[in-house]
């Protein structure tokens, strides 16, 4: 959840830098910083705060070809000029930057003092910058080597070397890395975004390798230090589509985004009305799935619910959904007849990570759901169900989320098909009613004014309550987390039949509830609950299918979504839920794509 950058060529590296941090500050943005190698020497600028902060400190003071840079969200040492990457040794010869967690660094540190090293910082990452001094042969590569062995936990690392201006390396394991190659220069970050106006062409390391980084030449090696040759990657994202292309914010142009990024989901894998995903899972192992369990994070666990649902109720498998967070230490009945499905947008969520793991380690064949080629959690799964929805920049996920549930739809009608408890004209049927669900999230996105007004009336309460029955209730959990994490207004999601049980206590005058209903078959119940809140003071908004007169009757204030199959109804219904909270997020002048404490990616447990 740190974002590092490094370039070595012919231009000045603090513009490359600085503009590679910029397209990295989803990342983590409490504090940045940059090390530029210039006449033999090493200058560090960096400090706590954005990035803005820092390019004002900055503000043409360096030179130099060849740099490194940061952006960062504390996990070890608050945000603090001193704690600010990049980091140097004691003697000033090597400059570094880290993401991820050296669970080991305290007996380094201790072990280091001993030896004389002091530190300026409380990171973890002092330690490695000092390891690299100490164990210092002189050789960049096998001084690495030395290094990496003694260290536990994840780790991106760049590090310069002051006496050698033409290389710098880096290495990776558990936090992602990607090495950009141009003409005569050379590029590395966390993420594509970051180079990706400089060069389309990237190496993609995988763990424990390690790069040698010159001016013509990317020298690869595998965990032994052994030269390795690794195929070049053309990545076909512009940079407009990592950038806000007119919207105010990347989280509204990924709002509306969803429709393209379902398409893209869905093309290629639609081949005469059926699913055709290519995942080369035999019939055979197929059949032999008596379980299934889902593992992941936030808005992907929801995403995971949604499909959860529908998998218990038309496959008759039983599913076991799990925070990945919980997974691990819940002694998970799992063994090689149960299918675990992992989901997770950005493939590096650690507790995700650990969870693919712990599930693997008990026979379980792992299926991936990630937005991102070559991910830690793409590269670990037996199988991988890539969602095309393009960069997510805002750290609220919202195309992620929808791309997540359709991806899991189809694997829901493959495997059901193949399984024989999904007929032929089922799965014709949702695909037909899958292929339509882009038009009719347009037509909700073309009448997002109605939502800009709720959320203007909802902006001042100091805590919302999301009621609704089955698959609804997921739709609920999505909707508060969303509301939560950008309007910082409290809320909670509540399967409407328990408020009863206590928590209709606090439903005084003028608490909004918003009820999500879209199941036939459970309307009169969640009208009653309605009314039930109603009678004690709520102001009441609902989502339904636009048809749903009784439901609009009963409601103060009603966000229609088109008509669609109940089976695909959470596709559509958290399309208002999302403006609902962009909107009021902007309404109450957040910071809407980088809200507070929260990073895009949570790489550390
Ligand atoms: C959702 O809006 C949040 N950003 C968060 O819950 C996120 O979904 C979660 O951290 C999982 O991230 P991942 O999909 O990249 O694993």
């Not at 940079?239 to 893209?264: C, D, T």
């Amino acid at each position: 959840m740190c974002g590092i950058v490094g370039y070595i060529g012919d231009k000045r590296a603090q513009d490359i830098l600085l503009s590679g941090l910029k397209r990295l500050e989803y990342r983590g943005y409490d504090s940045a910083g940059i090390c530029i190698l210039e006449d033999n020497d090493i200058k560090v600028i960096k400090s706590k705060g954005n990035l803005e902060v820092l390019i004002k400190k900055v503000d043409d003071q360096t030179f130099g070809s060849q740099g490194i840079g940061h952006t960062r969200w504390a996990t070890h040492g608050k945000p603090s000029d001193e704690n600010s990457h990049p980091h140097l040794s004691n003697s000033g010869q090597f400059c570094l930057v880290h993401n991820g967690i050296i669970e080991n660094y305290n007996e380094i540190k201790t072990d280091l003092t001993e030896k004389g090293f002091d530190f300026k910082s409380e990171t973890d990452s002092e330690v490695i910058v000092n390891l690299f001094e100490y164990l210092n042969d002189g050789d960049l590569l096998s001084t690495a080597k030395k290094v990496t062995e003694k260290l536990e936990g994840s780790y991106a690392i760049g590090v310069v070397n002051k006496e050698n201006k033409d290389e710098f390396l880096v290495v990776r394991k558990d936090s992602p890395l990607v090495v950009g190659v141009g003409e005569g220069e050379n590029f590395i970050a966390s993420d594509i975004p970051a180079i990706l106006e400089y060069t389309k062409k990237i190496y993609i390391l995988d763990d424990d390798e390690m790069a040698l980084i010159s001016r013509g030449d990317v020298k690869i090696f595998d965990g032994n230090g052994k030269r390795i040759i690794k195929e070049i990657r053309e990545i076909n994202w512009s940079l407009e589509s990592a950038e806000k292309q007119g919207y105010e914010h990347f989280m509204l142009k990924e709002i509306n985004e969803q429709p393209e990024a379902i398409r893209k989901t869905l093309a290629g894998r639609i081949k005469n009305g059926l699913i055709n995903l290519n995942l080369d899972m035999s019939e055979e192992y197929v059949k032999s799935i008596n379980k299934i369990a889902v593992v992941a994070c936030g808005t992907a666990n929801y995403a995971g619910r949604v499909v959860g649902h529908l998998i218990e109720d038309k496959l008759r498998i039983p599913v076991l959904i799990s925070y990945a967070s919980e997974f691990r230490y819940n002694n998970p009945i799992i063994d090689q007849n149960t299918l675990t499905i992992v989901i997770s947008q950005s493939g590096e969520t650690a507790d995700t990570l650990a969870g693919l793991r712990e599930a693997k380690s008990r026979g379980s064949k792992i299926v991936a759901i990630t937005n991102v080629v070559e991910s830690s959690v793409a590269r670990e799964a037996d199988y991988v169900i890539y969602t095309q929805a393009g960069p997510e920049i805002a750290v609220a996920s919202t195309k992620a989320y929808s791309t997540q549930i359709a991806a899991l739809f189809m694997l829901l009608m493959e495997l059901g098909y193949k399984r024989g408890s999904l007929d032929e004209s089922t799965v014709k049927h949702w695909v037909t009613e899958l292929i339509g669900i882009p038009e009719k999230m347009q037509i909700i996105l073309e009448n997002s004014e109605l939502i800009k007004k709720y959320a203007e009336q909802i902006k001042d309460s100091t805590s919302l309550f999301f009621i609704g029955r089955g698959v609804d209730s997921v739709s609920c959990l999505e909707g508060a987390l969303k509301l939560k994490e950008i309007s910082y207004i409290h809320a909670e999601a509540y399967p409407a039949g328990e408020l009863k049980h206590g928590t209709l206590a606090l439903i005084t005058d003028d608490v909004p509830v918003i009820a999500v209903a879209t199941n036939k078959s459970l309307m009169d119940k969640i009208i009653s609950n309605i009314e039930e809140v109603k009678t004690r003071g709520a102001v009441t908004y609902g989502v339904a299918f636009e048809d749903e007169i009784k439901l609009k009757d009963e409601v103060d204030y009603f966000m229609p979504i088109p008509r669609v199959d109940e089976a695909l109804a959470p596709l559509l219904a958290v399309l208002p839920l999302q403006l609902l909270a962009y909107y009021t997020s902007v309404v109450k002048g957040n910071d809407v794509d980088k809200p507070r404490n929260l990073a895009k990616s949570v790489t550390v447990e």
